[in-house]
């Protein structure tokens, strides 16, 4: 079975300790950790620091690992959302420099994942963008190898931001687009973060890669979307998506959940699901984003352990 945890980007108040605490009364068994550089966020769910790995040692490693056991909860990987192909040559080297911190920071914890984008330049073509990409990314791979550590890419289009519009700041957001970067580096430790609600917002079946791509899924996000119909009657699927969608938790939106853990089930893969708050519905307050994360527990607990 499938292993429940959640994203710790929705709860930043909280330590590591707490966030641990709560992961285990609340019956998760693990924890996608954000290890965001110490400091003011770039945009919203980003500069969330729940594992610092700046100078982060074997000591310290351990005693992350002791709250672990702690509480029986444990780290599903270490999660940095960044754009390490930014036009700024100054912004994209710190996210790769960072970048590299996480992955070692993943083998000292005897992590298996560490999640991350491919990023993008969101002025420019999926063509255009290719040479830098391949020129980024190949050493990058090269490096998590080193480590043993599995990079897995989500599949999320990061354009909801007037800044990030029109092409968004990351490129792998379809099955054409993953079989040309999987040719290109081919490599058992580059993979998915696989998120179904980034497939309903491009109107596409978010069951359908599954087989094909089983091996290459590493972690899942478990997250919803509502496409709001009316509007879209209104404004077209080529209007800013913001004026059309709102992300929902599990079992709020358009997924079928039941058929997706079906075809999920259907694969070899086995690792964890972790639920990504981004609702609304719930309110900002940290009480509200907890409820979030129980009731979304509650929606997919059928379908997994914890």
Same mark, same amino acid.
């Given at each position: 079975?499938? &292993?429940?945890?959640?994203?710790?980007?929705?709860?930043?108040?909280?330590?590591?300790? @707490?966030?641990?605490?709560? !992961?285990?009364?609340?019956?998760?068994?693990?924890?996608?950790?954000?290890?965001?550089?110490? /400091?003011?966020?770039?945009?919203? #769910?980003?500069?969330?620091?729940?594992?610092?790995?700046?100078?982060?040692?074997?000591?310290?490693?351990?005693?992350?690992?002791?709250?672990?056991?702690?509480? /029986?909860?444990?780290?599903?990987?270490?999660?940095?959302?960044?754009?390490?192909?930014?036009?700024?040559?100054?912004?994209?080297?710190?996210?790769?420099?960072?970048?590299?911190?996480?992955?070692?920071?993943?083998?000292?914890?005897?992590?298996?994942?560490?999640?991350?984008?491919? /990023?993008?330049?969101?002025? &420019?073509?999926?063509?255009?963008?290719?040479?830098?990409?391949?020129?980024?990314?190949?050493?990058?791979?090269?490096?998590?190898?080193?480590?043993?550590?599995?990079?897995?890419?989500?599949?999320?289009?990061?354009?909801?931001?007037?800044?990030?519009?029109?092409?968004?700041?990351?490129? #792998?957001?379809?099955?054409?687009?993953?079989?040309?970067?999987?040719?290109?580096?081919?490599?058992?430790?580059?993979?998915?973060?696989?998120?179904?609600?980034?497939?309903?917002?491009?109107?596409?079946?978010?069951?359908?890669?599954?087989?094909?791509?089983?091996?290459?899924?590493?972690?899942?996000?478990?997250?919803?979307? @509502?496409?709001?119909?009316?509007?879209?009657?209104?404004? /077209?699927? #080529?209007?800013?998506?913001?004026?059309?969608?709102?992300?929902?938790?599990?079992?709020?939106?358009?997924?079928?959940?039941?058929?997706?853990?079906? !075809?999920?089930? !259907?694969?070899?893969?086995?690792?964890?699901?972790?639920?990504?708050?981004?609702?609304?519905?719930?309110?900002?307050?940290?009480?509200?984003?907890?409820?979030?994360?129980?009731?979304?527990?509650? !929606?997919?607990?059928?379908?997994?352990?914890?």
């Amino acid at each position: 079975m499938f &292993r429940l945890g959640f994203v710790s980007a929705i709860v930043p108040e909280l330590s590591l300790d @707490q966030l641990l605490a709560f !992961a285990a009364a609340e019956r998760f068994a693990c924890v996608e950790a954000m290890c965001w550089p110490v /400091g003011k966020a770039e945009r919203k #769910f980003a500069g969330v620091t729940h594992v610092n790995v700046s100078g982060l040692t074997l000591g310290g490693a351990d005693d992350i690992l002791a709250l672990c056991a702690k509480h /029986g909860v444990s780290l599903s990987g270490l999660g940095y959302y960044p754009n390490p192909l930014d036009p700024d040559a100054k912004v994209a080297k710190a996210a790769v420099e960072h970048l590299k911190k996480v992955i070692q920071a993943a083998a000292m914890l005897g992590l298996k994942n560490v999640n991350t984008f491919t /990023g993008r330049d969101w002025t &420019r073509s999926v063509d255009d963008n290719w040479p830098r990409f391949l020129k980024t990314w190949k050493p990058l791979i090269k490096f998590a190898e080193d480590h043993d550590i599995r990079i897995g890419i989500e599949n999320c289009p990061m354009s909801f931001t007037r800044d990030e519009w029109p092409g968004g700041k990351n490129l #792998f957001t379809t099955p054409v687009i993953w079989r040309r970067a999987f040719s290109d580096i081919p490599s058992a430790h580059f993979g998915l973060n696989y998120d179904p609600s980034h497939f309903v917002l491009q109107h596409m079946d978010p069951a359908s890669p599954l087989r094909e791509f089983q091996d290459k899924l590493f972690h899942l996000h478990a997250k919803d979307v @509502q496409l709001h119909r009316d509007r879209l009657n209104e404004v /077209g699927v #080529f209007a800013h998506p913001n004026e059309w969608h709102t992300p929902r938790i599990p079992g709020y939106g358009e997924m079928d959940w039941g058929r997706f853990m079906a !075809a999920l089930m !259907a694969t070899t893969y086995r690792g964890p699901v972790c639920i990504e708050v981004e609702d609304p519905t719930f309110g900002k307050t940290l009480a509200g984003r907890q409820d979030a994360l129980r009731v979304a527990g509650n !929606a997919l607990r059928p379908y997994c352990v914890g």
